[in-house]
């Protein structure tokens, strides 16, 4: 548009402008600023910041001074207040905003009576005691029913109270440990702390000290619900720490203080104002915390794990009862280098290392000490001295006991050579110690391990299957023992004899050695639910 379309047409026509008029002049001049002042973002700003000062002193808190951007006595006074009431709580709740005590508290005060029975039913004394009386697969069943039982408790409704709760907690919490001390200091360099017969001298000070502490203040006073169920939360804080942690009337009082704190915005405009950004907006970050799915994972771990440990101590001690049967000890060490103490090595890089020392070392010993004199001794008169009717049973009865002296020898020799001279340990020995730097001696090193452990399985296998066969022809000549007629040896009155009338009781000990021995390696070849042996 041109110069001359602001004039009116007579002004055009006789080439001469007319004298403005004032109204319509000023209208003009108030439209020309306007949209100046709307373009200017400095200009904005000091309009807003005008309006907060306006603002501050119709504000019937008197917190700061416009003039100088000082900070008044009267806001020490409010935190003050606070500090008063929530300083002996700050002692008191301590480390509680990470307590597990205080989130099953909160929990378990939404369970009904029957529920807080199923609890207790869960609780590991409780499994331990009834695992004395119980069978164990019947008393896990019982207490996976139970949990599904509790489980189906926390709808979600439930479960949102719970979490709603909590979380009110969190941030009472959070409010609660907010350092008002480090702030009142500003004001008062003499406040002792937490010495409220103290009467405090608090100065006006600059705006700029104390700015950041407002901030901080403001995103953990504005996380506070006054709508939350505060009985409910004091009750549970009184059942923690066992005594009432805060004044419930000055508490309300708080409340009362922070909500209008909210509403005014008071402190968010000294924030602005201070620090001459009228946009400056507190962030809130609620606490969003969902406990309920951690404390039922938690109480399923525990159930789980505890049904666990009892099923381990009762095979412990059918081990050690069997152990006992066998050897008269518990104690039993026969392997030189297939072992726990060798496995340090391994386990330090985060390896398996050897992992069946216990089987091994039980069948080594059983081997040396029974296997090769008592058994031998039985098998060799039933062999020797004994006339079959069939060579069947005979040769099976020698075809097994034959097989465990191969395996007798296979694990001396393999025992050896895990030494530190025996080709599989020097093999171990070298891998091992490249395996720290080097991702392919570390695979080396694990092939290297399953292959040894992959032995001591064979052998422990093989011996198995053979003593069982060993032992099943033993039964078996027991019972043509005791019949009559004999059927599978014909001459048992000549073997007798020669034994000194023992044969008999010499064949039932070693059977019963056998078959005492293969229930313990079961105990480690079984791979179930760990309920074997039951």
Not at 16 to 27: G, L
Not at 320 to 332: M, P, Q, R, S, Y
Request: one cysteine or more.
């Amino acid at each position: 548009m041109a110069n001359e379309d602001l004039f009116p047409a007579e002004e055009k026509i006789s080439g001469q402008r007319s004298p403005a008029k004032p109204e319509a002049t000023n209208i003009f001049s108030r439209l020309i600023n306007f949209i100046i002042n709307q373009s200017d973002p400095e200009r904005q700003k000091k309009k807003l910041l005008k309006d907060i000062a306006r603002q501050l002193k119709r504000s019937k808190y008197k917190f700061i001074k416009t003039k100088t951007d000082e900070v008044l006595p009267g806001l020490a006074l409010f935190f003050y207040d606070i500090y008063k009431t929530i300083g002996p709580a700050q002692v008191l709740l301590d480390h509680a905003d990470s307590s597990s005590v205080l989130k099953t508290i909160i929990i378990e005060r939404f369970l009904s009576k029957e529920q807080l029975e199923i609890r207790d039913y869960l609780q590991e004394d409780n499994i331990k005691t009834l695992a004395t009386t119980r069978d164990p697969k019947s008393l896990a069943k019982e207490c996976k029913d139970r949990l599904i039982t509790l489980f189906s408790a926390f709808d979600n409704e439930t479960v949102n109270k719970i979490n709603g709760n909590y979380n009110g907690l969190k941030a009472f919490l959070k409010f609660i440990h907010y350092d008002y001390y480090f702030l009142l200091r500003k004001f008062d360099s003499g406040l002792p702390e937490r010495d409220f017969i103290y009467k405090p001298r608090f100065d006006t000070i600059s705006g700029g000290y104390i700015t950041d502490d407002l901030k901080d203040w403001l995103e953990v006073g504005y996380a506070i619900d006054k709508n939350l169920d505060w009985n409910e939360l004091f009750d549970v804080l009184q059942i923690y720490r066992d005594v009432n942690v805060v004044d419930q009337g000055q508490w309300r009082k708080i409340l009362r203080q922070v909500e209008d704190c909210k509403k005014s915005t008071i402190l968010e405009l000294v924030v602005r104002y201070i620090d001459k950004n009228p946009y400056f907006k507190t962030e809130v970050n609620s606490p969003g915390e969902k406990i309920v799915e951690e404390y039922l994972n938690k109480l399923k771990t525990q159930t789980e794990m505890t049904i666990q440990k009892v099923l381990r101590e009762r095979q412990n001690k059918k081990i050690d009862g069997l152990l006992k049967e066998i050897f008269g000890t518990v104690a039993v060490s026969r392997m030189k280098n297939y072992t726990e103490k060798n496995n340090m090595v391994f386990s330090k890089k985060m390896l398996g290392g050897f992992i069946y020392v216990a089987p091994l070392n039980y069948l080594k010993a059983f081997l040396l000490d029974y296997f090769k004199k008592d058994i031998r001794e039985v098998v060799d008169v039933l062999l020797i001295r004994g006339k079959w009717s069939t060579n069947i049973m005979s040769q099976q009865l020698s075809e097994s006991f034959h097989a465990l002296m191969q395996v007798s020898e296979d694990l001396l020799q393999f025992d050896d050579s895990l030494s530190d001279e025996g080709q599989l340990g020097i093999a171990l020995r070298n891998a091992s110690k490249k395996a720290d730097r080097d991702n392919t001696a570390m695979t080396v090193l694990r092939t290297q391990l399953k292959k040894v452990n992959d032995r001591a399985l064979s052998m422990i296998q093989e011996a198995a299957q053979n003593l069982i066969s060993v032992g099943k022809n033993l039964k078996i000549t027991i019972e043509d023992y005791d019949r009559k007629p004999h059927e599978l040896i014909i001459n048992w009155k000549e073997i007798d004899i020669s034994s000194d009338h023992q044969i008999r009781s010499k064949i039932a000990v070693v059977y019963k050695k056998i078959y005492y021995f293969i229930q313990l390696l079961q105990y480690f070849l079984k791979k179930n639910d760990g309920t074997e042996g039951q």
